[in-house]
């Protein structure tokens, strides 16, 4: 028989029950850890208007997996040391092509340029305000 129960440091409640209160904090400290490890080319798409899967997209692209892996530790880190926060969903982080950080109000892309260029979120999801993080140092 298989085990199907959750791991123990693993809470399944409604999504409702999962957001962020304070969304705007929790993209902060992303878009920051973001630069910290220098992403490129940081959008927050806000597509809460457009869909019902989340609120908002932060994108950014590394040129290596190493880095990609990096700026993903890093959000990893700071929003637990931040906010207490860690993602409900993580995927990718073994290819490290395009990891995924599901924060449900808030869903992190990290891609490798080639990818990003190639899977274009940003044209995608057209429709919807964009707000570019720049590095103010």
Sequence with gaps: MTNTSPRE???????DNRKTADSGRLIEIIT???LDR??????VLDV???????DKFVVCHA??????????????KETKKELGEQAWREEGLESRR????????????IFKKELRDY???????NDAPVRKIEDES
């Design 9 to 15: 440091d693993q809470q399944f409640t409604s999504v």
């Design 32 to 34: 920051e850890a973001m």
């Design 38 to 43: 220098k992403a490129e080319d940081i959008t």
């Design 48 to 54: 809460h208007e457009l869909t019902t899967l989340t």
């Design 63 to 76: 040129s290596t997996d190493v880095q990609i892996k990096a700026i993903a530790n890093n959000i990893a």
């Design 98 to 109: 395009w990891v995924i950080l599901d924060y449900v109000n808030v869903v992190v892309h």
């Design 119 to 125: 899977y274009a979120l940003e044209r995608m999801w």
